[in-house]
């Protein structure tokens, strides 16, 4: 069921509404902890202790306990379960700074009330210095992909409007998923950055697709147009939605599901950035 264009255009309150929400929680966030995102454990440096225990663990019991007994400001306890039985196989503690990993043994001890045998558990430690080199590295990565992206949008289309709209689509899309990082705790780690990167060069497919429906093809209504290329983009983002759902769901890998979730956030974020934001700029310029 199509709406009418006057409909279509007062719908761009929509993304404007979720986007400054997302910037605000993000200035937020960055006025009570001086960050505007919380750092993973590889990006900011840390230990991390994988113990094999299959007894069921309270969460957030736990990482308040372990941070009251190692001082800590910041613990991250996470579960794996085997993919065949569905049971829990290993308890993750990551603690920020510099905190010994028998230090982390000591309070898992404490907390769990056994004793660990060497053969029960294993240590990773990541210095500050690398986490900080780790960390320069994808800022520069993540910024040279966005100006790359944006090169090739501007060499495509020719024209400055419509290159300007698609890059200001996808970046709305990043702050978008930056801010709900934020407001759901999504760490910023490696394995967020790569998915940020998967979704700029998905949101630069929808925004094509949107764009060469409207500026290469004649005849017709404009918004007649936009509507056709959403057929074709609502039913891409629906199947990579879906795929990602299962990810997040079914999935046992912490990895994986962080990278999931962002891209779900991103797909969501790209649909309404994409198909009313860009929309509605490029209608206005056709007109």
Partial sequence: MKISESTYKKLV?????????????????????????????????????????????????????????LGADDVDVVTTTNPASRK????????SGDIEGEDIVEAAEDYFGITLAPNTYSIKILGSSLAVTFWSQAKWAFTFAFIFMASVVFIYFRTPY???????????????????????????????????????GYGVDSNILLANKILKESGGLVIDRIYDAMKTGLVMSAST??????????????????????LLIGLIADLLNTWILNGNLLLWHQK
């Fill in 88 to 95: 829990q196989e290993t308890v993750i503690i990551s603690a």
């Fill in 162 to 200: 419509p290159s300007f709209t698609v890059v200001l689509a996808i970046f709305c899309d990043i702050l978008v998923i930056l801010g709900f990082m934020s407001l759901f705790g999504i760490k910023l780690s490696l394995a967020t950055i790569a998915a940020l990167l998967m979704i700029l």
């Fill in 13 to 69: 309150v929509i993304p404007i509404i979720l986007i400054l929400a997302s910037v605000s929680i993000l200035f937020i966030n960055y006025s009570n902890t001086g960050e505007f995102l919380v750092k993973g454990i590889d990006l900011e440096g840390g230990t991390q202790i994988i113990i094999h225990h299959s007894a069921p663990v309270d969460i957030s019991d736990a990482e308040l306990t372990i941070e009251k007994f």
């Fill in 241 to 262: 939605i879906s795929a990602m759902l299962a990810l997040v769901i079914l999935s046992n890998s912490i990895v994986l599901q962080q990278i999931g979730l962002v």
